[in-house]
């Protein structure tokens, strides 16, 4: 494919190593994807366009410079709003924490950027995360790219929607009854729920803590079980296939 919206987030990181795609033009292209169809699906709370941009031309002239690059150089990735990003709003779709902008990023945050990741934005959650469908009183409902008469599911079903749609690389949700599972199901995308304790859920909100701290958790979602796998992911796998790629979207 000539745009690099569909293609695995490991295998951008590889032709950015190669000089075969550049930084700025993956980001980009992510970007006119998200401005073309998220009126219509609802995925992001917030974007940070000017901030990938930024990051975007940095790793080029990094990749130009022959500097050392992380495995995740150059990746547009998007984060669900339960998880504290800088200057992004983590309401976990609550209008009690309407407003909320952390000042600092969650550890998983922090390593998918000293990955070399791009963060794009935050993605649309239930209110608390307690539902298998993504509406809420803040932002409202997001819809299914498939069908937009049908939800992703939830609660990670902002994520599942960015994701499937090829508006962003891959990302991050949580999951403590399905909200992983479920969007990944619906979405036609992939998704782990990890071993707690495998990926730091500080920065979380609802905090993993506790007995919850035993089911919820939070993890990877992307287009391709390799994707899953990447270092700054820390995930193991045993067997190697793919998920079905998109045949048909709005």
């Known amino acids: 494919m000539r745009e690099p919206n569909f293609i695995s987030a490991v295998s951008i990181a590889e032709k950015i190593r ?10 980009e292209s992510h970007l006119s994807r998200i401005e073309k169809l998220d009126a219509k699906l609802n995925a992001f709370v917030q974007l940070d366009g000017e901030s990938a941009r930024r990051q975007a031309r940095i790793a080029e002239a990094a990749v130009n410079s022959g500097e050392r690059l992380g495995p995740l150089h150059g990746v547009p990735l998007s984060i669900k709003s339960s998880i504290e990003v800088t200057g992004l709003r983590c309401e976990s779709g ?14 998983l945050v922090t390593r998918l950027r000293q990955a070399g990741a791009i963060i794009l934005g935050v993605t649309n959650a239930p209110e608390l995360l307690m539902a298998w469908e993504t509406d809420n009183l803040l932002y409202g409902r997001t819809n299914s790219p498939w069908d937009l008469s049908r939800t992703p599911g939830g609660s990670s079903g902002g994520e599942a929607a960015a994701i499937a749609a090829g508006m962003s690389a891959g990302g991050v949700g949580s999951d403590g009854g399905g909200s992983i599972r479920v969007p990944a199901h619906f979405s036609g995308i992939c998704g782990l729920k990890p071993t707690p ?7 979380h909100f609802p905090t993993s803590a506790g007995p919850f701290a035993l089911l919820g958790v939070v993890g990877p979602m992307a287009r391709t079980v390799g994707d899953l796998k990447a270092p700054t992911m820390a995930i193991p796998r045993r067997r ?11």
């Open 18 to 27: 190669r000089s075969q795609l550049s930084p700025v033009e993956v980001i």
């Open 94 to 107: 609550s209008k009690l924490r309407a407003g909320l902008v952390p000042a600092q990023d969650a550890p």
């Open 197 to 203: 304790g495998r990926i730091p859920a500080t920065g």
């Open 240 to 250: 190697r296939f793919r998920c079905a790629g998109p045949e048909k979207m709005i």
